[in-house]
């Protein structure tokens, strides 16, 4: 069972407002992943990172942003949100950069009006 | 990029029935993972088999790595059972390995 966390679970935020949506897990993996999935069920990768100081931006891209500043917590930010940034907004982590199994958050459904 | 498509892309079943999703990737991989995404929007984790078979209960899942294709075997299927199954790959080599995620099996088990 992995331990990786979202907070909050539900956002319904107004046009321009900034907000951070958070993800953490206690099981000191590496490996942090951000995906957004529209209602047409496709997950894309936006955001990567292989451990502290590293981020990555994925395949789709987004205007959030992302910091790793400690192992365990991997936030997602938008800056001024925007009716198309109306999402879910899934997190997972893996223990190593490569070849281990990934775990995932419950995730962020967030709206914006 | 490596592209991973599933099929059927839908599926309805009724309860008891036997069913087979299918994954196939266009490039050798490390890693593969099938999820099941419930209600809630939650992917919780089924197999985590980069090849070979496993079991878990009712399902099974077999992965042939050098014909690139993975299938998902649900038994004696249960309306829990519904909710989309995803299949996610982890291509070799380069220096940026990424968790690509395929199209997605939406599946309606009725009573």
């Known amino acids: 069972e992995a331990d990786i966390y979202q907070t909050p679970r539900y956002l319904v935020i107004g046009t321009g407002k900034k907000i951070t949506l958070e993800c953490s897990q206690t099981?000191?993996?590496?490996?942090m992943y951000w995906y957004q999935q529209d209602p047409g069920m496709e997950l894309h990768l936006i955001h990567y990172s292989y451990g502290v100081n590293s981020t990555e931006k994925g395949d789709l891209s987004s205007e959030s942003t992302v910091s790793r500043i400690r192992t365990e917590h991997f936030p997602l930010t938008l800056e001024s949100a925007r009716p198309s940034h109306t999402s879910q907004y899934l997190c997972?982590?893996?223990?190593?950069?490569?070849?281990?199994?990934?775990?995932f958050g419950q995730g962020t459904r967030l709206t914006v009006v | 990029g490596i592209q991973v498509e599933q099929s059927p892309p839908d599926l309805i079943l009724q309860e008891g029935a036997n069913s087979t999703l299918r994954c196939n990737f266009s490039d050798s991989v490390n890693n593969l993972q099938w999820f099941h995404q419930n209600p809630w929007g939650q992917l919780i984790n089924l197999f985590y088999?980069?090849?070979g078979t496993k079991q878990n209960g009712r399902l099974s899942a077999t992965t042939v790595a050098t014909e690139r294709y993975s299938l998902l075997y649900i038994s004696s299927s249960q309306t829990t059972d519904s909710g989309v199954y995803f299949c996610a790959v982890e291509s070799l080599g380069g220096a940026t390995n990424k968790l690509i995620f395929g199209t997605g099996t939406l599946l309606a088990v009725q009573p």
């Open positions: 997972a982590s893996s223990e190593r950069p490569w070849d281990t199994e990934a775990f």
């Open positions: 088999i980069p090849s």
């Open positions: 099981m000191g993996h590496d490996k």
